[in-house]
């Protein structure tokens, strides 16, 4: 848009004017301070033109605007000369009246657009709209408003450079100190429960807003960008002592670039969604916020931060990420670990249900009508790895479940009274929480929400990232195919069920024994499936007759191996995913002792 003309400017218009008019169509001119000049947008209806006339008419256009270009000499404003502006476009228009004040109380001359104007305007600050800036309207449906040099010249031009400064000067354009630009809800508008259309979705992508702030924070040594309402006292703060601090402004231009960079993942996120792409996508961008900086890593040597994932897939998701802590020390890095492992293995079972966790994995699962029976019976299938773990259940923590976990004793010796880093649950009564507060003063009290299915599931290497589906599979989702000549009764069958959902939860190589909707013993993380064997028949000591046994994976030996030793040791029922080519030493080997057998053609290994 060309602004304030000289003479030359102005003769050269008149003639092409001249010429014009010469032909029956009058040219539309928008005038600036005392002169005019041709609106480079000006368009003419084509029932009004011939083509050849169009086509004159446009030549001429052409010619003038690149003549007007090259001799223009702009006088700037007087109205900006020396003055201090900041840029204010907000959608989140939070503490905007404590900012806006604040700013005029310091010079600051307010330029602003639309609601926000009228915002400011509603608390009695003085605002230039931006369509008074850039001497052209809103447009679009407000797609177009402030891209435009009158804006992003007095952004980006470098106050150290003299041709940026004389380029201004010329043009009539002045500086800002201050911008202020959050975004269109886009985030929370296709998030919203109650869903939102392809086209409003596009609609909520904002455009102006990223390219002030992207602006602003490149050249954030002259300019101060903000996109955070928090940073609005220390903003002015820094405006009214006059200070020269680069860090300040590097850590808000960083901030900036990172508001962008969320916004834009969120956009991109979204738009994958609606092709018909694969899962996958060929690019992945994961937008994490910062939830709290820990003691430390696994070790104290390590140093520790805990993030939320901001993307679209995880919001209202559940998960212990977004658990409230009601109660306790602050959550460790080992503490978040083996939170959301006890969190996700309770998840799974539908009824009342107690998992007690170590080192992330179960080691005691109980599920029962009475949720303190299954409590107890939880801790009794391990108690010596319960002490110190985390306890999680499925349902509320009323009152009376809150005394007994406060004054269990130990199965061990009767007297020792059973010590937890953790208690999380769905949800507690206000009695039950009270009691829970009066056990500890370190324990950490959680209350989460489910996980939904159908999640991705992210695991770090070095250099690079592994993505999955969740292993979101129950014992209803598949077949146990029995193999065997003997066929189990409903109770054992039940049995292998509670197992195999156990095992889905514990480390690789993984052995549970269950019997009666309890886990009796469990063998982990041991680089042969023997050993796994071994400990959790151990475990599970006399109460092992006639119990079922999950594996995570096949057997690949049979005899005088882990098969064989599980039927000689009382087993009733064995459940793993077959595949083995040695299958039919298992089976014959199930035969030969009266043991029941099924294949699931499912495997969970957890590494």
């Known amino acids: 848009m060309l602004g304030l003309?000289?003479?030359?400017?102005?003769?050269?218009?008149?003639?092409?004017?001249?010429?014009?008019?010469?032909?029956?169509?009058?040219?539309?001119?928008?005038?600036?301070?005392?002169?005019?000049?041709?609106?480079?947008a000006t368009v003419f209806p084509s029932h009004q033109l011939s083509a050849a006339t169009s086509h004159n008419l446009n030549s001429?256009?052409?010619?003038?605007?690149?003549?007007?270009?090259?001799?223009?000499?702009?006088?700037?404003?007087?109205?900006?000369?020396?003055?201090?502006?900041?840029?204010?476009?907000?959608?989140?228009?939070?503490?905007?009246?404590?900012?806006?004040?604040g700013l005029q109380e310091l010079g600051f001359t307010i330029v602003s657009t639309g609601g926000t104007a009228s915002s400011l305007e509603g608390s009695g600050v003085a605002v230039t709209k931006v369509e008074e800036l850039t001497q052209f309207p809103e447009m679009l449906d407000g797609r177009v408003k402030t891209l435009h040099p009158?804006?992003?010249?007095?952004?980006?031009?470098?106050?150290?450079?003299e041709h940026h400064m004389e380029a201004l000067n010329n043009h009539g354009i002045g500086t800002f100190d201050v911008v202020v630009v959050n975004l269109y809800p886009f985030y929370d508008k296709v998030s919203a429960s109650t869903g939102i259309s392809f086209e409003d979705g596009i609609e909520n992508i904002d455009i102006g807003g990223p390219a002030m702030i992207r602006a602003a924070a490149k050249n954030h040594q002259?300019?101060?960008?903000?996109?955070?309402?928090?940073?609005?006292?220390?903003?002015?703060?820094?405006?009214?002592?006059?200070?020269?601090?680069?860090?300040?402004r590097r850590r808000l231009?960083?901030?900036?670039?990172?508001?962008?960079?969320?916004?834009?993942?969120?956009?991109?996120?979204?738009?994958?969604?609606?092709?018909?792409?694969?899962?996958?996508?060929?690019?992945?961008?994961?937008?994490?916020?910062?939830?709290?900086s820990l003691r430390y890593g696994e070790n104290p040597?390590?140093?520790?931060?805990?993030?939320?994932?901001?993307?679209?897939?995880?919001?209202?998701?559940?998960?212990?990420?977004?658990?409230?802590?009601?109660?306790?020390?602050?959550?460790?890095?080992?503490?978040?670990?083996?939170?959301?492992?006890?969190?996700?293995?309770?998840?799974?079972?539908?009824k009342p249900t107690c998992v007690v966790v170590k080192h992330t994995n179960p080691c005691g699962v109980a599920s029962r009508d009475d949720i303190i029976e299954a409590y107890r019976l939880a801790v009794k299938a391990d108690p010596v790895s319960a002490f110190g773990g985390i306890v999680a259940f499925n349902v509320e923590v009323d009152e009376a479940l809150a005394k007994d976990i406060r004054e269990f004793r130990s199965p061990t010796d009767g007297e020792t009274r059973m010590f937890y880093e953790i208690v999380v649950a769905p949800k507690y009564t206000k009695k039950g929480l009270e009691v829970l507060r009066g056990k500890s003063k370190t324990l950490r009290i959680l209350e989460a929400s489910k996980n939904i299915k159908g999640k991705l599931s992210l695991r770090q290497v070095g250099g690079g990232w592994l993505a999955q589906d969740a292993d979101d599979l129950t014992p209803e989702d598949i077949n146990f195919n029995i193999v065997s000549e003997k066929a189990p009764l409903e109770n054992e069958l039940n049995d292998?069920?509670?197992?195999?959902?156990?095992?889905?939860?514990?480390?690789?190589?993984?052995?549970?024994?269950?019997?009666?909707?309890?886990?009796?013993?469990m063998g982990s993380g041991q680089p042969n499936r023997l050993e796994s064997l071994r400990i959790a028949t151990k475990k599970a000591g006399d109460e092992i007759k006639g119990a079922a046994l999950a594996s995570d994976a096949f057997f690949?030996?049979?005899?005088?191996?882990?098969?064989?030793?599980?039927?000689?040791s009382g087993i009733g029922f064995i459940a793993e995913p077959g595949g083995s080519i040695r299958d039919a030493d298992a089976i014959d080997c199930c035969n030969k002792y009266g043991v029941s057998l099924a294949f699931t053609n499912v495997r969970h290994f957890r590494h």
């Open 5 to 40: 003309g000289t003479s030359s400017a102005v003769s050269t218009n008149a003639a092409v004017t001249s010429s014009i008019v010469s032909t029956g169509h009058p040219l539309q001119s928008v005038t600036y301070g005392t002169s005019s000049a041709f609106h480079p």
């Open 60 to 101: 001429l256009r052409v010619k003038a605007m690149a003549e007007t270009a090259s001799t223009l000499k702009i006088e700037p404003k007087s109205a900006l000369s020396g003055k201090k502006q900041a840029l204010i476009s907000l959608s989140d228009k939070k503490d905007l009246a404590l900012l806006g004040v």
């Open 150 to 161: 009158n804006v992003h010249g007095g952004i980006l031009a470098r106050r150290d450079q």
């Open 222 to 248: 002259d300019v101060l960008v903000v996109v955070d309402s928090s940073d609005y006292p220390e903003l002015l703060e820094y405006l009214k002592e006059g200070r020269d601090d680069e860090q300040f």
């Open 253 to 292: 231009a960083w901030k900036a670039f990172q508001h962008v960079a969320s916004y834009d993942s969120a956009v991109s996120e979204w738009l994958w969604k609606q092709t018909e792409g694969d899962k996958f996508p060929p690019s992945l961008t994961v937008p994490l916020s910062l939830k709290s």
């Open 301 to 350: 040597h390590q140093k520790a931060a805990f993030y939320v994932d901001k993307s679209l897939a995880e919001v209202n998701a559940g998960g212990i990420a977004t658990s409230v802590q009601h109660h306790g020390k602050e959550m460790s890095y080992n503490n978040y670990l083996d939170a959301d492992a006890a969190w996700n293995c309770v998840c799974e079972f539908s």
């Open 496 to 521: 292998a069920k509670f197992a195999w959902l156990c095992v889905k939860h514990v480390k690789s190589n993984a052995i549970v024994i269950a019997k009666n909707n309890c886990m009796l013993g």
């Open 556 to 568: 690949p030996f049979a005899w005088n191996d882990a098969v064989e030793e599980a039927c000689k």
